[in-house]
């Protein structure tokens, strides 16, 4: 090691330019190793990536989850750099507005022979927030996969490169996910969206002003004791009491609940599943205990980033001591320092840089935590899709026997009018009427409620697996990286020991 | 370079026909205790010298000193040994909360018995007078010469100086020569020139020693936190899932302890020998203004003198009655030039020597600080490689049994 020529001329290339370039930022230092964009809370590990597993199957360095990934006809979903378009306003007064809209391509699993289809689409954001609205009508009971969420942002920040590439980024997350899921994946709604081309030929979730419009309308009329609009019509049933429209049904659900809540009415359906409510339960320690420990994941990665940081700043500072014993040597005591501390240097420099590496590793890894948050707000959607439907049922069974009630008293006045009644019989047979289509909504709220335990049922069952292997691989992944990292620093450091070793010898 | 606590080691002349054993001086600064109360409490230190040199009292001698003891004797040898690096001291001051810290305490203590064993081995000042006072005399007399030195009781003598440089430096003024005089060999300014560079990269590379420190703290507080997270978690999984959990959870605990742990010996035994040398170059930066002070009075003296004697030859050759008077004076102004021009000489040979010396010893201190730190970080990484190692049997055990843990 002759500090006087090439210098660094034992380094490769690579490290030399490390060693340069050490007082820049993580986000600029070239590497050729796979990392992972990180979701928005490790904010601080800022590393760009193609991110390829889950739904790779063909495609190599995926693998996290290959059964899952291979059951889905989605071999892989790509959602490109979004794209900026000119919005068409009718009214020239507003100008030009712009929007983004994000280039997806989708391979599907071929049918019979020949290679898989491509589909290329064009999606706006709000596009997926009308899918995320028609999956959650359509399937109550499963645990959707969050969509990313909708943040109020003005023209200004939507250019800003890092939230676009983020949202990018948690679109082809989300997508991904979905066609996962062994149901939501096989999907109308999913497969439209990813296939039709041009404008995405689902119904838009209306916009609150109309339905307040709406329900406006129909609420005199329901008042006023209109029974024909009082009436819930089975195939409302299906769907929980909508903000705006079904301001009646809201109210006497909302009556229900209360009753419910108080315990003053014993209702008619009680959630009596003491098994679910036991899970539901656990749900709710299992979501906090994920909230705590994402957090303290994230705390970890930030003190690993920053203890390898100092590690690379210290080398640095290492290498100009080196540099400057070097030149200025008089006595031959100083070009051993020099050598030692550049002996020093270069251990920190490359543990500095296996910190990094490692670190890039234990997000993805630690991701799963985080991930696993998500999929509880899913969870706990789906409960409360079960929990509202028992609500709708509830409500209708009053409904019922308050009619029947009604029908009863009608009838025995009218049996003490002499000649018959004819106008209380009218009432009797209106009443009738009612109950009818009253009882059909109720066999199918009843049909439904069924329908979203099942539902609800199936989905735990998949979860407490997936959560095992899930969790399993995460812990897996975690501790053979710290293992195989640990084990390299040893030996970087273990190299400057022997060097040294002199000086123990001495000193004792 | 003498390590704090060590016993003394073995003398090479063991034999019964070898001489008898080699001299040694060995001091350890021991036991800080709080002494006093609230804001006049101080640190009190016991100070043990085992030594066979005739000049102390007895083979063993145990004191108990103060900080400002060793503040004493610093000052006392800066004084008398001009030219000779006088080893740093740790800093005066602290923010008054950290002043009883443990951590402080053994900080200073470290950095006093290091201080002291310097000077004990150091040739010239080893043999200091009061080196031996402050070894070997009881409390009471050290506390006399303590405040006799400190503010008003200054020695006439140094009070002359002081009048001295005064005098010089308006002079200058009066004369016009307002730039100090300063010595032009450029072997000298390389070395100042190196000194400065060097106070600047070694307090740079101690800067990042302590963050690094920092960084293993709070290394070590994430893994206690997150360690305690994933034994919650666990508790919330089932059984076999939940015991790696657990696993993990206890074996991130048991890592935060040893990264603290290293943590204090990246402090003592690494940031700390680097702070050291901060220290000593600023010493250094004090013989050098010692140098510049004391060429400066010679070339002055050489000066006047030389005014002096021309004037005197002119009064010979005038022969004035003042000539008598104008010789006294002048052999008087020569003697004090030639004291002031052997000042100068001893300071540039003690420097040459003492910078021999400081780059011998800053090697073998460097080389060692770095073994140190390389075999804790060493130590460090196996550790955990270890631990994180020893709950993977527990994860085979779980993919093993039923999917439903």
Known sequence: MDPDTGFFASESPAVREEMESLDLSDATAPSSLPFFVEPPSYADVVLKSTFEPQNAVTIPGSGSYPPRAAASDYLRIVVSDPETMQETSNSPVLGGTTYVTYPITTWVRAVGHGGPSVFCVQRRFRDVVTLAARLAEAYRGYFIPQRPDKSLVDGQVMQKHEFVEQRRWELEKYLRRLAEHPVIGRSDELRVFLQAQGKLPLPAATDVASRMLDGAVRLPKQLFGDAAAGRVAPEDVVQPAKEGRDLLRIFKELKQAVANDWGGVKPLVVEEDREFLERKEKMQVLEQQLCTASQQAEALVKAQQDIGETMGEMGLAFIKLTKFETEEAIFSSQKTLSADAKCVATAAVKASRLYRELNAQTVKHLDTLHEYLGVMLAVQSAFSDRTSALLTAQTLMTDLSTLHAKVEKLEVASSKIFGGDRSGLRKVEELNETIRVTEDAKSCALGEYERIKENNRNELERLDREKHDDFLSMLKGFLINQVEYSEKVAIAWAAVVEETCGYARESN | ?405
């Open chain 2, 1 to 405: 370079m003498i390590s704090p606590e060590t016993s003394p080691p073995r003398s090479s002349s063991q034999s019964p026909r070898s001489p008898p054993a080699a001299p040694f001086l060995y001091i350890s600064v021991t036991e800080p205790v709080k002494l006093g109360n609230g804001v006049q409490a101080y640190i009190s230190y016991r100070v043990i010298t085992r030594t066979n040199l005739p000049e102390f009292q007895g083979p063993e001698k145990i004191v108990i000193r103060r900080y400002s003891d060793f503040v004493w004797l610093h000052d006392r040898l800066a004084e008398k040994y001009k030219g000779i690096f006088i080893p740093p001291l740790p800093e005066k001051s602290a923010v008054e909360k950290f002043r009883f810290s443990t951590e402080f305490i053994e900080m200073r203590r470290q950095a006093l018995d290091i201080f002291i064993n310097r000077i004990a081995s150091h040739p010239e000042l080893k043999q200091s007078e009061d080196l031996r006072t402050f070894l070997q005399e009881d409390e009471e007399t050290m506390e006399r010469a303590r405040s006799q030195e400190t503010g008003i009781f200054k020695k006439p003598a140094d009070l002359i100086q002081i009048f001295k440089d005064v005098q010089t430096k308006v002079s200058d003024v009066v004369l016009g020569k307002e730039k100090p005089v300063e010595e032009t060999d450029p072997e000298y300014e390389k070395l100042k020139h190196y000194i400065f560079g060097l106070e600047d990269h070694l307090a740079e590379t101690q800067k990042q020693a302590f963050r690094l420190v920092k960084r293993h703290r709070e290394l070590g507080q994430s893994l206690s936190d997150f360690g305690k997270a994933m034994k919650l978690l666990g508790a919330c999984e089932g059984n076999s899932l939940g015991k790696v959990f657990s696993e993990l959870g206890a074996k991130s605990e048991l890592l935060s302890i040893k990264l603290q742990k290293e943590a204090h010996n990246l402090l003592m035994n690494f940031e700390e020998p680097l702070k050291d040398y901060v220290r000593a170059v600023q010493s250094i930066k004090v013989t050098f203004a010692d140098r510049a002070n004391a060429f400066r009075q010679h070339c002055e003296l050489a000066e006047t003198t030389k005014l002096k004697e021309i004037n005197l030859d002119k009064l010979n050759l005038m022969r004035s009655d003042k000539v008598r008077e104008a010789e006294m004076e002048y052999r008087e102004l020569k003697s004090e030039s030639e004291q002031a021009t052997r000042r100068f000489e001893t300071i540039v040979r003690l420097m040459n020597e003492e910078i021999v010396r400081f780059q011998e010893q800053k090697t073998a201190d460097m080389g060692l600080a770095f073994h140190q730190f390389a075999k804790g970080q060493a130590k460090l990484a196996n550790d955990i490689a270890d631990a994180w190692r020893s709950v993977l049997p527990k994860i085979e055990a779980c993919s093993v049994s039923s999917q439903h843990g």
